[in-house]
């Protein structure tokens, strides 16, 4: 068993209570403190003062040397460069699983083994196996809560240093525990928004980066019903912030983002959450990337998920060249190019890829 350990710690209660479970198997636990963002980080926007604060009273609590440091050069040129060129291609990027890759468990793992730590540990609710000489990612037992879909693009290197001390708990054990212990962080809400930027208005946010493209809101059959302000602040299957009311078709029912044209800068909107061009039963995915190794025989059926918490859906996956297509048994709700297809096979996550094309 490893015993010289590396918690990063975030501030919220997951990481919290990660390191707290540690201390109490016997780990010699030291916890690292990540800032990653720097661009407007005032009181207004970050919260990184107020979660170091957090970090630091845990750590005090619990009489652990927290240690802090800056990767926002590292985040700027490994994550939020592609970030923005996928926004920019008209694609919708998931931050997260990169920071994932890129940062927890690529800057924070080195700096960690240059502390002399023989693994790190991470507040994600999912588990490790280790079988046969190889390390398999499973699922968190809590269904609600199991963050494997954002650690796909890990493999046996990284896996093989790390520990998920909050695999076989829940998220109400997790406050529970933090509540017992008197931990200041108990409550507090579960971060959102940008991985490590945080929550704020997001096109106004983009708006910084991204120079707006205004043009036209079509409908499928090319009836023009509106404007929009560019094509980046929109993803396929948006309902809320198109600016189109029910009352411009046959009823009053909500339109949806079903397809967005770079070529003629058009918005194509369609109307009802049933509408044919929001469906999809053939996906095809690229930037494959497989935990232990790849499948030795196409096609093969397992189950995917195309975006967090949603549930498991059966799929049959079959080798193209580079890419693989995946045909789902039931239609899928507006699949999006620049997000994340990730495989299981019952409770094991084998991998994933990023969605090409619909």
């Not at 790190?120 to 196996?129: D, E, F, M, S, V």
């Not at 090319?222 to 198109?242: A, E, F, P, S, W």
């Not at 409770?347 to 619909?358: A, H, P, R, V």
Request: one cysteine or more; charged letters at 25%.
């Amino acid at each position: 068993m490893a015993k010289d350990v590396i918690v990063g710690m975030s501030g919220g209660v997951d990481s919290a209570v990660a390191a707290f479970l540690l201390k109490e198997q016997s780990y010699n636990v030291q916890c690292v403190f990540m800032k990653n963002w720097e661009d407007d980080d005032d009181e207004f926007y970050c919260s990184s003062e107020e979660d170091y604060s957090d970090a630091l009273q845990v750590c005090d609590l619990l009489n652990l040397p927290l240690h802090s440091v800056n990767f926002s050069k590292e985040y700027r040129e490994n994550v939020f460069s592609y970030f923005l060129t996928e926004y920019k291609s008209g694609r919708t990027p998931n931050p997260d699983v990169l920071c994932n890759k890129e940062i927890k468990f690529k800057f924070f793992l080195d700096y960690a083994l240059k502390l002399s730590a023989e693994k790190i540990a991470t507040g994600h609710y999912a588990k490790l196996k280790k079988q046969n000489d190889y390390y398999h990612l499973m699922k968190g037992v809590d269904e609600n809560k199991d963050q494997s879909y954002f650690l796909y693009l890990l493999g046996q290197k990284e896996l093989s240093k790390t520990i998920f001390p909050l695999g076989d708990i829940t998220k109400d054990e997790v406050r529970k525990i933090a509540e017992q212990n008197n931990f200041p962080n108990h409550d507090k809400k579960d971060s959102t928004g940008i991985c490590f930027i945080g929550e704020r208005d997001f096109k106004t946010f983009l708006q910084q980066y991204l120079p707006a493209q205004p043009g036209n809101i079509v409908t499928p059959e090319g009836k023009i019903v509106g404007k929009h302000d560019g094509l980046m602040y929109y993803t396929l299957g948006q309902r809320k912030g198109i600016g189109v009311g029910g009352g411009h078709g046959k009823t009053e029912e909500a339109w949806y983002v079903v397809e967005k044209n770079l070529d003629r800068n058009q918005l194509i909107i369609g109307q009802g959450h049933d509408h044919p061009g929001l469906y999809r039963t053939e996906i095809t995915a690229g930037q494959l990337h497989w935990i232990i190794e790849e499948p030795d025989a196409f096609p093969f059926q397992c189950s995917a998920k195309i975006r967090y918490r949603q549930k498991d859906q059966v799929c049959m996956v079959e080798k193209k060249k580079s890419l693989v297509s995946i045909t789902f048994e039931e239609k899928q709700f507006a699949p999006t190019p620049g997000q994340s297809v990730v495989f299981y096979k019952d409770n094991e996550c084998l991998g994933g890829g990023i969605i090409e094309s619909i």
